[in-house]
């Protein structure tokens, strides 16, 4: 049998216009927003959604307005001929790959905010990254119109501040979060992994084992923030080329912070490995 034709769409009219037609058919629609440079992560997303709606629809588009001067906006890995095939393979219907101009033309002055939630962990460090995240996503929900938004976990703060957002402004779609995909040595997949050199590479795995480390106290029975988190500070700091930007425990659901671990307890991190910063996290059920 014959793998359905996947299609790439460049024009936001014309995918909504797809888009519309096939909801007035009663299909439902599920959507993977990505930037690209696919990976097993967002693979997970696709075949999530290919199994639970009638269409997949993914975006590919490097937002500008997520990456702050100082970013990695221009180098960000870019493989569209790649990503066109992994997507196919996944069973992805339709890609919408806009263009810069096509997702805010000239004169473009609106953007979505969400307030709080988006100041802390990652928000702390890249102040804007958000609103440019929930700017982006809101104008792709509006012109895909989807039943179903699939977001992975790594990006654990995103994926609150985007049901959020979705809460507060009565999106009509479901947003679904699912588990991180790893590396066989258990580094989170991420675009950026292609950054590291080989040693860097070994040094990354440093996050996984520090969240392992908070994983055994916790099951041991400690229950203090801080004293977990300063056991996976000195784990870290054994490796030279790590530079911690963060590691909290917070509500798994609003991101305030937890002193002792109860309930969803959510465990981030922020590590640079030389120049890349990576995140990780874990949720402990207490
Ligand atoms: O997680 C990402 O890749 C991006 O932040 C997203 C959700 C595609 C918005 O640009």
Redesign the pocket.
């Known amino acids: 049998m014959h793998a359905k034709k996947m299609r790439l769409i460049r024009s936001i009219k014309e995918i909504r216009k797809l888009t519309a037609t096939l909801k007035q058919r009663g299909k439902r629609i599920g959507f993977v ?3 690209g440079y696919l990976h097993a992560g967002h693979l997970s997303l696709a075949r999530r959604s290919k199994q639970e709606c009638d269409v997949t629809v993914m ?1 590919i ?1 490097v ?1 500008p307005l ?1 990456f702050g001067p100082k970013e990695d906006f221009k180098k960000y890995p870019r493989d569209l001929k790649k990503d066109l095939k992994t997507a196919k393979e996944a069973g992805v219907d339709y890609i919408l790959f806009p263009t810069d101009k096509q997702m805010y033309p000239q004169g473009y002055l609106t953007e979505v905010c969400v307030d709080k939630i988006t100041k802390t962990l990652c928000g702390a460090a890249r102040p804007g990254h958000f609103k440019g ?1 929930t700017t ?2 809101a104008k792709l929900f509006n012109i895909v119109g989807p039943d179903i938004g699939y ?2 976990q790594k ?1 654990a703060q ?1 994926a609150v501040v985007i049901k959020r957002m979705v809460r507060d402004l009565n999106m009509p779609l479901k947003i679904k979060v699912l588990p991180i995909v790893r590396e066989s040595g258990g580094l989170a997949m991420s675009s950026r992994n292609r950054y590291l050199e080989r040693q860097e590479r070994q040094d990354a795995l440093i996050l996984y084992r520090a969240l392992q480390k908070a994983r055994d106290m916790v099951k041991r029975g400690e229950r203090n923030s801080r004293r977990i988190i300063v056991e996976m500070r000195k784990l870290i700091k054994k490796v030279d080329s790590a530079k911690i930007d963060y590691i909290r425990i917070v509500d798994a659901k609003d991101l305030s912070e937890k002193k002792k671990i109860s309930g969803r307890a959510l465990i981030a991190l922020a590590v640079f490995i030389g120049k890349v910063r990576l995140i990780d996290n874990l949720i402990l059920k207490v």
Do not use: E, L
Request: no cysteine; glycine share 8%; aromatic share 14%.
């Open positions: 927003p990505t930037m975006s588009f937002n997520q995240v982006v996503v977001f992975g990006d995103q």
